[in-house]
């Protein structure tokens, strides 16, 4: 069983970068998708991003992303990162970290396909 603890969010300009990391502790398998998720008040949970943790792993993006933001991750730890450029306000959300440990294929986009989770790190973008 692995866990996911985020770090990294905080308050950023308009247009400003920030880069988030997931922590993962437990020996993730090459078979597991990582993702990050985002939840802005009063929404529902939003795929930001996902990636298969085998080296090389293909990876997807969120529609509203449009070049934006990448996922990668440290191929020498068990960390992985979501690179944001460009911020709005629209981006102000909690963002998550989340695996899926228990099945196969492609990237799940879904909320409800992963069943690990992080607690979250904020990100706030105001002027």
């Known amino acids: 069983q692995v866990q996911l603890e985020e770090a990294g969010g905080g308050l950023v300009q308009p247009g400003g970068s920030l880069i988030l990391r997931c922590v993962i502790s437990?020996?993730?398998?090459?078979?597991?998708?990582m993702a990050w998720f985002r939840q802005g008040q009063g929404n529902d949970r939003e795929f930001v991003a996902g990636?298969?943790?085998?080296?090389?792993?293909?990876?997807k993006y969120g529609d509203f992303v449009k070049d934006r933001f990448i996922i990668s991750r440290d191929t020498t730890r068990d960390v992985m990162f979501l690179h944001m450029k460009s911020l709005t306000h629209e981006d102000t959300a909690v963002y998550y970290c989340?695996?899926?440990?228990?099945?196969?294929?492609?990237?799940?986009?879904?909320?409800?396909?992963?069943?690990?989770w992080g607690q979250g790190t904020q990100v706030t973008v105001s002027s």
């Open positions: 990636k298969k943790w085998t080296v090389g792993g293909s990876v």
């Open positions: 989340a695996a899926q440990t228990h099945a196969y294929g492609g990237i799940p986009t879904r909320s409800s396909d992963y069943d690990t």
């Open positions: 437990g020996r993730p398998s090459k078979s597991y998708s």
